[in-house]
């Protein structure tokens, strides 16, 4: 059974950075398309960015792209999500999924993590 587990999240300012981890166990991580998605509140769940098994090929949102960064370490089983230019409006609880291929769609995904938690004060 794959476990995903995020960390990394916090307070930070607004124009402030932080970079969000998920590790990855119990599977073949090289080969699992892996996305963030988030989640404010009183808000639906929402696709941040995604990348598939190899790395070569990443998707941003629009609402975050040139901010975000997705990356990915298959030596380590870690994906990552660096965040730049922080915005109150990213203010959310940030999932980490894994899959067979890279999608924006919620249900295509596989496995979730819990959840860490990013506040950014304005």
């Known amino acids: 059974q794959v476990q995903l587990v995020e960390s990394g999240g916090g307070l930070a300012q607004a124009g402030g950075s932080l970079t969000l981890s998920c590790a990855a166990s119990?599977?073949?991580?090289?080969?699992?398309?892996m996305a963030w998605f988030r989640q404010a509140p009183g808000k639906e769940r929402e696709f941040v960015a995604h990348?598939?098994?190899?790395?070569?090929?990443?998707n941003h949102a629009d609402s975050v792209k040139g901010r975000f960064t997705i990356s990915r370490d298959n030596a380590k089983n870690t994906v990552y999500l660096q965040m730049n230019s922080l915005k109150p409006e990213d203010t959310a609880t940030y999932y980490c999924?894994?899959?067979?291929?890279?999608?924006?769609?919620?249900?295509?995904?596989?496995?979730w993590g819990q959840g860490t938690r990013v506040l950014v004060s304005s």
């Open positions: 119990g599977g073949t991580f090289a080969a699992a398309a």
């Open positions: 990348i598939s098994g190899s790395g070569g090929y990443t």
């Open positions: 999924a894994g899959g067979r291929f890279v999608s924006r769609t919620q249900s295509h995904y596989d496995y």
